[in-house]
């Protein structure tokens, strides 16, 4: 019941909303009444992004988490069909280097990549994986903790192609940690160098196009980076 912090349309007929209570709210805007809510308990929110269908939440530290957002948006009566467990699901928490509040997301039109920007004036960019790069950082990780762990040597044997097998069952199945989804890609922080001015903050950033990013400070200036 307290102050909107944002809104957003999922589809034409469901809303999503977080309030400063902590609650992050589905509306069925047909009806005109939430059907779910969720609080954390953990941590306090601050911001949202929906990607697909995941819900990546911003906090008060360098702790993102991402959430399976499992409602049809064309379907809005199927959603008394699911569990409220099965609705809004945990996948994952993703790390960026600030320890700041999160201001604000922002999300390139082709959404592939986003930025995230705290509250101490750094702008982390992330990239979201196609799938057939999913799979390979999947591959990967799966080397990474093999005794034998060249890829050249397992691409000739049988244990890769078990490895790839089993990287596409938890695609398929989604039992990884979500967090592979995204790839950290750089931190701006042009603007809160101390041999800069400590005073000159950061308080939006936005995508002009896909490759080319402004950031709007209290300068009353409006820095453009591609």
């Known amino acids: 019941k307290d102050n909107i912090i944002k809104c957003m349309f ?3 007929d469901i809303a999503l909303s977080l309030s400063k209570d902590n609650s992050f709210k589905i509306w069925n805007l047909k009806n005109q009444v939430c059907i779910f809510t ?3 308990v953990v941590n306090k929110l601050s911001n949202f992004l929906v990607i697909n269908n995941d819900v990546i939440f911003g906090s008060y530290d360098d702790k993102i988490k991402i959430y399976e957002l499992n409602v049809d948006n064309e379907d809005t009566e199927a959603i008394n069909t ?5 609705i809004l699901k945990a996948k994952g928490i993703l790390k960026k280097y ?12 082709d959404e592939k990549i ?4 705290s509250a101490d004036s750094s702008v982390e960019f992330f990239k979201v994986l196609s799938q057939t790069e999913l799979r390979n950082r999947l591959i990967d990780t799966m080397i990474s903790k093999d005794k034998n762990g ?3 040597k397992l691409i000739k044997n049988e244990k890769f192609k078990i490895m790839m097998s089993q990287t596409k069952s938890l695609i398929k199945s989604k039992e990884y940690n979500y967090c592979a989804k995204y ?11 101390k041999k800069n001015n400590n005073n000159h903050k950061i308080f939006d950033s936005l995508f002009i196009d896909n490759n080319t990013f402004a950031v709007a400070s209290n300068k009353n200036s409006i820095d453009i980076i591609g």
């Open 150 to 152: 060249k890829k050249e």
């Open 82 to 86: 699911l569990k409220k467990n099965d």
């Open 183 to 193: 790839k950290s890609l750089f931190s701006y922080e042009g603007l809160t160098s």
């Open 38 to 40: 969720h609080v954390d």
């Open 114 to 117: 986003f930025g995230i920007l």
């Open 10 to 12: 999922y589809g034409e």
């Open 98 to 109: 600030s320890k700041s509040k999160v201001v604000s997301f922002c999300m390139s039109e």
